[in-house]
Nanobody, 129 residues
């Protein structure tokens, strides 16, 4: 059974940090592009970042570049999203998802969210001013 389990959300003040984790199971982790997405009420889900776990190639949307870092720990089939210098506009439910390839993950992350093959349940991140 394929599972993606996101955790690590919480409430912080502006400028604070959080690290999200995405534990994957049931598929060959290294064959997929793993991405982070986020969604606020009334808005469509948007892409944040992708990683090719085989060689740690990464992609970031401009909104988070320089503040967020995606990484992976292959032995644990886990992808992380280190979020620093958080802003109120980062408040959202964060989801991790898997695409059949890194290139597909990047394309989907740039333009929306539809097309990712597997999704996990979200974790809430709240940044207060």
């Amino acid at each position: 059974e394929v599972q993606l389990q996101a955790s690590g959300g919480g409430s912080v003040q502006t400028g604070g940090s959080l690290r999200l984790s995405c534990a994957a199971s049931g598929f060959t982790f290294e064959d997929y592009g793993i991405g982070w997405f986020r969604q606020t009420p009334g808005n469509e889900r948007e892409g944040v970042s992708c990683i090719r776990t085989r060689d740690a190639i990464t992609f970031y949307r401009d909104q988070v570049k320089g503040r967020f870092t995606i990484s992976s720990e292959k032995a644990k089939n886990t992808v992380y999203l280190q979020m620093n210098d958080l802003k109120p506009e980062d408040t959202a439910v964060y989801y991790c998802a898997a695409a059949p390839s890194y290139s597909e993950c990047v394309t989907i992350t740039r333009w929306g969210y539809q097309g990712m093959q597997y999704w996990g349940k979200g974790t809430q991140v709240t940044v207060s001013s």
